[in-house]
């Protein structure tokens, strides 16, 4: 399949995120095989999960310019570009609270489970090593996640005591500040996906963390309006206030559907029961042509990446369809206005009469 973009749109498309495809078994278990994989069913560009061994080595990535020559070689003999680089598990891992400690420790090696402290120091220097990887790679951009120390207190009951918050946040900026300093040395913004569960989960808690950076210029957004919905967030009006942090774009859909049982918080129940679960493009509640609209307005001129986490579908049929997809939600921005045709041009004097002066 073979689906060709061919207007002057500054947005590229469409893309695929590979982590949720990745496995043991032909064509999902190399890069070079995904690559040729995703290719054949339209996509243009990859964001490679970094924390996935069968697709990159980050450290390897990040100190040799060969090596990601040879990546990028890989990737561009199957007619794509990379996107961008994820580090969601090892972003999550520079801020954990201990009350998450064993969950979050299958994120790392086995070499640094049952200790933090050294688990933290391996997070943070893979952070850094993505930044120089990216920048070996070309890319002005990178998908993470922010990690959590406030998250349990999220709901405040019992009440939080005076001062926690702007605390927490200090904290969390404490420890991203070295990491977005190596980012800003090697070119390349840090684009959190705001994401329940992390302490950057909507707008309010981005403004308190860019604030407590001195408004970093490399503290950005991966805008993915799923995690919206289920927050029952307006997704739209998000990008009105914060387009000029939006560097990144996960296409990803999205359903809620509250009961008389269950809402928000779903219940502890498995995602094909909750009342907000994610599903695959076309399938959910979320506007797409109101965002690639809203984005094209405001001259978003990045990848839209298909994430697929459906709680229903297969991966390989979600693959399949989001390509077209999102292809079709592309939009070819016009150069005229579409009442040109019944323009008077200008004329200073006709102004005048119009005006009656």
Same mark, same amino acid.
């Given at each position: 399949?073979?689906?060709?973009?061919?207007?002057?749109?500054?947005?590229?498309?469409?893309?695929?995120?590979?982590?949720?495809?990745?496995?043991?078994?032909?064509?999902?278990?190399?890069?070079?095989?995904?690559?040729?994989?995703?290719?054949?069913?339209?996509?243009?560009?990859?964001? &490679?999960?970094?924390?996935?061994?069968?697709?990159?080595?980050?450290?390897?990535?990040?100190?040799?310019? =060969?090596?990601?020559?040879?990546?990028? +070689?890989?990737?561009?003999?199957? !007619?794509?570009?990379?996107?961008?680089?994820?580090?969601?598990?090892?972003?999550?891992?520079?801020?954990?609270?201990?009350?998450?400690?064993?969950?979050?420790?299958?994120?790392?090696?086995?070499?640094?489970?049952?200790?933090?402290?050294?688990?933290?120091?391996?997070?943070?220097?893979?952070?850094?090593?993505?930044?120089?990887?990216?920048?070996?790679?070309?890319?002005?951009?990178?998908?993470?996640?922010? !990690?959590?120390?406030?998250?349990?207190?999220?709901?405040?009951?019992?009440?939080?005591?005076?001062?926690?918050?702007?605390?927490?946040?200090?904290?969390?900026?404490?420890?991203?500040?070295?990491?977005? *300093?190596?980012?800003?040395?090697?070119?390349?913004?840090?684009?959190?996906?705001?994401?329940?569960?992390?302490? $950057?989960?909507?707008?309010? =808690?981005?403004?308190?963390?860019?604030?407590?950076? +001195?408004?970093?210029?490399?503290?950005?957004?991966?805008?993915?309006?799923?995690?919206?919905?289920?927050?029952?967030?307006?997704?739209?009006?998000? &990008?009105?206030?914060?387009?000029? @942090?939006?560097?990144?774009?996960?296409?990803? #859909?999205?359903?809620?559907?509250?009961?008389? @049982?269950?809402?928000?918080?779903?219940?502890?129940?498995?995602?094909? #029961?909750?009342?907000? @679960?994610?599903?695959? $493009?076309?399938? !959910?509640?979320? *506007?797409?042509?109101? &965002?690639?609209?809203?984005?094209?307005?405001?001259?978003?001129?990045?990848?839209?990446?298909?994430?697929?986490?459906?709680?229903?579908?297969?991966?390989?049929?979600?693959?399949?369809?989001?390509?077209?997809?999102?292809?079709?939600?592309?939009? @070819?921005? =016009?150069?005229?206005?579409?009442?040109?045709?019944?323009?008077?041009?200008?004329?200073?004097?006709? *102004?005048?009469?119009?005006?009656? &002066?």
């Amino acid at each position: 399949m073979t689906i060709e973009i061919k207007n002057n749109t500054n947005m590229k498309g469409p893309a695929i995120f590979l982590a949720q495809f990745m496995g043991d078994e032909a064509p999902f278990d190399n890069l070079k095989s995904i690559c040729e994989w995703v290719a054949g069913l339209g996509y243009k560009g990859i964001e &490679i999960p970094t924390f996935d061994p069968r697709c990159v080595d980050l450290e390897k990535l990040a100190e040799s310019k =060969t090596y990601a020559e040879e990546v990028q +070689g890989i990737v561009h003999e199957a !007619g794509l570009e990379i996107t961008d680089l994820s580090t969601h598990l090892q972003g999550q891992l520079v801020a954990v609270h201990p009350a998450y400690d064993k969950l979050f420790d299958g994120f790392a090696p086995k070499e640094y489970h049952d200790n933090p402290k050294s688990r933290t120091d391996w997070a943070v220097n893979q952070m850094n090593y993505a930044a120089r990887a990216s920048k070996n790679l070309g890319l002005s951009g990178h998908a993470t996640f922010s !990690g959590a120390l406030l998250w349990h207190t999220m709901y405040p009951w019992p009440q939080r005591p005076a001062g926690l918050v702007e605390a927490g946040f200090k904290e969390l900026a404490d420890r991203w500040l070295p990491i977005l *300093n190596t980012f800003d040395e090697n070119g390349v913004d840090v684009c959190y996906e705001l994401h329940p569960g992390e302490d $950057l989960h909507d707008g309010v =808690t981005f403004e308190r963390f860019l604030d407590a950076t +001195g408004n970093h210029s490399r503290v950005n957004i991966i805008y993915d309006p799923s995690h919206f919905v289920l927050q029952q967030l307006d997704y739209i009006d998000f &990008i009105d206030i914060y387009h000029e @942090r939006i560097k990144l774009f996960h296409v990803k #859909d999205a359903e809620f559907n509250p009961t008389g @049982r269950s809402g928000v918080y779903g219940g502890y129940q498995s995602w094909v #029961d909750r009342p907000g @679960r994610f599903r695959s $493009l076309g399938d !959910g509640d979320v *506007n797409f042509g109101a &965002i690639f609209s809203k984005l094209a307005q405001y001259d978003f001129n990045g990848w839209p990446v298909l994430e697929w986490e459906c709680c229903l579908k297969h991966p390989e049929q979600g693959a399949e369809e989001g390509a077209p997809f999102i292809a079709g939600h592309i939009i @070819r921005k =016009t150069e005229k206005a579409f009442d040109d045709f019944a323009g008077a041009g200008a004329d200073e004097n006709l *102004n005048k009469k119009v005006l009656g &002066i």
